[in-house]
């Protein structure tokens, strides 16, 4: 049987208290079972405002979606790790990440080094966290993604939940700026790490971060300002993305279940601007998890 849905919301705009904590029962009364926070500068912190959300709610857990490992000292975060899973009462998940804006490192005055160097400092972040949190006999759900082999074979070694993101940085940007991987691009990089992950006991949940949601008949309009900024894909081509969740609701869930019976996606996260989008789409998969997905994702084209 394939894993139950599980949906998660990566909220991004710090907000006063009031406004923060009514976002996040929001949230809530959507029916996400996860309420995730970034790490970014100009974004909130992450910690206080995971600690902020599990006050304000009830029933979702709180995760970072995900950490800057280059922002952070193994032993210091140990520690905010420890405090904060005690402070939201068990409910913390921890996900983590190389870092991949060259400007946030430039700003904050920190080395952002080569890929390898980040992966690297990743690995000594990981094995740190779980020499310390073992000896505490204290067991936090670890999170990690990436694309690149080293960052899959880690992902594959460590890691409670593989996460994906459907794209990959730019050559040369320093801002961050991602392009998306086409679906054969990301097929094969599901696949490599499946390749990793043969022995584990137990298999990895796997997350996808749908980066837009439209429950929409008109496709080609609420995909007009992505052509416009990208003239070099068609609507057809965009609609082909796994991170692209455009279309009717049939259509959409459609899609959102040969993602899970095709790569075992059940873990989907969305970005707070679409948080209501995605509304309806989770309660419909809810209501009808395991319903014909007939949708060609799984055809030959996508091997």
Same mark, same amino acid.
Request: include cysteine.
């Given at each position: 049987?394939?894993?139950?849905?599980?949906?998660?919301?990566?909220?991004?705009?710090?907000?006063?208290?009031?406004?923060?904590?009514?976002?996040?029962?929001?949230?809530?009364?959507?029916?996400?079972?996860?309420?995730?926070?970034?790490?970014?500068?100009?974004?909130?912190?992450?910690?206080?405002?995971?600690?902020?959300?599990?006050?304000?709610?009830?029933?979702?857990?709180?995760?970072?979606?995900?950490?800057?490992?280059?922002?952070?000292?193994?032993?210091?975060?140990?520690?905010?790790?420890?405090?904060?899973?005690?402070?939201?009462?068990?409910?913390?998940?921890?996900?983590?990440?190389?870092?991949?804006?060259?400007?946030?490192?430039?700003?904050?005055?920190?080395?952002?080094?080569?890929?390898?160097?980040?992966?690297?400092?990743?690995?000594?972040?990981?094995?740190?966290?779980?020499?310390?949190?073992?000896?505490?006999?204290?067991?936090?759900?670890?999170?990690?993604?990436?694309?690149?082999?080293?960052?899959?074979?880690?992902?594959?070694?460590?890691?409670?939940?593989?996460?994906?993101?459907?794209?990959?940085?730019?050559?040369?940007?320093?801002?961050?700026?991602?392009?998306?991987?086409?679906?054969?691009?990301?097929?094969?990089?599901?696949?490599?790490?499946?390749?990793?992950?043969?022995?584990?006991?137990?298999?990895?949940? &796997?997350? +996808?971060?749908?980066? =837009? %949601?439209?429950?929409? #008949?008109?496709?080609?309009?609420? $995909? /007009?300002? *992505?052509?416009? !900024?990208?003239?070099?894909?068609?609507?057809?081509?965009? &609609?082909? +993305?796994?991170?692209? =969740? %455009?279309?009717?609701? #049939?259509?959409?869930?459609?899609? $959102? /279940?040969? *993602?899970?019976? !095709?790569?075992?996606?059940?873990?989907?996260?969305?970005?707070?601007?679409?948080?209501?989008?995605?509304?309806?789409?989770?309660?419909?998969?809810?209501?009808?998890?395991?319903?014909?997905?007939?949708?060609?994702?799984?055809?030959?084209?996508?091997?």
């Amino acid at each position: 049987m394939p894993r139950p849905f599980r949906f998660g919301v990566n909220l991004l705009t710090p907000a006063p208290a009031d406004e923060w904590r009514a976002k996040c029962r929001r949230a809530e009364e959507l029916g996400y079972d996860v309420l995730l926070v970034p790490d970014h500068l100009g974004m909130v912190a992450p910690f206080p405002a995971l600690v902020a959300a599990a006050e304000a709610t009830e029933r979702p857990r709180v995760g970072t979606f995900v950490l800057n490992a280059g922002f952070w000292n193994p032993t210091l975060l140990a520690r905010e790790v420890t405090t904060t899973d005690d402070l939201t009462g068990g409910r913390l998940e921890l996900g983590l990440g190389t870092g991949y804006i060259q400007a946030e490192h430039d700003t904050a005055g920190l080395l952002f080094g080569t890929p390898g160097q980040r992966v690297d400092h990743l690995r000594r972040t990981v094995e740190e966290l779980g020499r310390i949190l073992g000896a505490e006999n204290r067991r936090v759900p670890l999170l990690l993604g990436g694309n690149g082999d080293r960052m899959l074979r880690l992902t594959a070694e460590h890691a409670d939940i593989a996460a994906f993101t459907g794209a990959s940085l730019e050559p040369g940007s320093t801002t961050g700026k991602l392009a998306p991987v086409d679906a054969a691009g990301f097929g094969q990089r599901v696949a490599r790490y499946r390749e990793f992950a043969v022995g584990r006991a137990e298999p990895a949940e &796997l997350n +996808l971060l749908l980066q =837009l %949601v439209a429950v929409t #008949d008109d496709p080609a309009s609420a $995909l /007009r300002p *992505l052509l416009e !900024r990208r003239p070099d894909l068609t609507v057809e081509q965009v &609609l082909d +993305l796994p991170v692209m =969740l %455009v279309g009717t609701l #049939d259509q959409v869930t459609a899609k $959102l /279940r040969a *993602l899970r019976d !095709r790569y075992g996606f059940s873990y989907l996260s969305v970005l707070e601007p679409h948080m209501e989008a995605f509304a309806p789409v989770m309660a419909e998969l809810r209501r009808n998890p395991l319903a014909p997905h007939g949708h060609p994702l799984l055809g030959s084209s996508h091997e």
